[in-house]
């Protein structure tokens, strides 16, 4: 089964529904990119009138996961996934409409292959790049992800 932004935000609705309704959604996913957005609203809102950054991760998250998912489809295999850390760093208030930016398609793509041979599992470091509506970068995410041939 092919995964498209439809299917992953249908998965999000019923597996993740506190990032359904934060309003993250997936927006784009292909051989080079992937991009999740969130738009500041009420319900995902801090104390400063910015977007809660536990809102910002989600998006982030989920814009580096959905490419690790779908690089486990292609492959055909049964391989676990799991974040094992992260880190982020935040620039300026992320007001308006965010989008999170991942390409690290090909970094996926390797490790899964090395995963199929090393029963150890492979671990690697993913990066999501959030940027408002005049482009300016709001804030960073980085997660190590492991993935492990079941």
């Given at each position: 089964?092919?995964?498209?932004?439809?299917?992953i935000?249908?998965?999000?609705?019923?597996?993740?529904?506190?990032?359904?309704?934060?309003?993250?959604?997936?927006?784009?996913?292909?051989?080079?990119?992937?991009e999740?957005t969130?738009?500041?609203?009420?319900?995902?809102?801090?104390?400063?009138?910015?977007?809660?950054?536990?809102?910002?991760?989600?998006?982030?998250?989920?814009?580096?996961?959905?490419?690790?998912?779908?690089?486990?489809?292609?492959?055909?295999?049964?391989?676990?996934?799991?974040?094992?850390?992260?880190?982020?760093?935040?620039?300026?208030?992320a007001?308006g409409?965010?989008?999170?930016t991942?390409?690290?398609?090909?970094?996926?793509?390797?490790?899964?292959?090395?995963?199929?041979?090393?029963?150890?599992?492979?671990?690697?470091w993913?990066?999501?790049?959030?940027?408002n509506?005049?482009?300016?970068?709001?804030?960073?995410?980085?997660?190590?992800?492991?993935?492990?041939?079941?």
């Amino acid at each position: 089964m092919k995964l498209t932004p439809s299917k992953i935000n249908l998965f999000l609705f019923s597996k993740l529904p506190s990032a359904w309704l934060c309003g993250v959604r997936l927006k784009t996913i292909d051989e080079n990119v992937c991009e999740t957005t969130v738009t500041h609203r009420w319900i995902n809102q801090n104390p400063f009138n910015s977007m809660y950054f536990a809102v910002q991760a989600m998006a982030a998250e989920l814009s580096t996961g959905a490419i690790v998912m779908k690089e486990i489809n292609d492959s055909g295999e049964k391989i676990s996934m799991l974040v094992q850390e992260n880190s982020s760093s935040f620039y300026k208030k992320a007001k308006g409409k965010i989008t999170f930016t991942c390409e690290d398609v090909r970094l996926v793509k390797s490790n899964i292959q090395e995963c199929l041979n090393n029963p150890e599992g492979e671990k690697f470091w993913m990066t999501s790049v959030a940027k408002n509506a005049k482009g300016d970068i709001v804030s960073e995410f980085k997660f190590q992800w492991t993935v492990r041939k079941k």
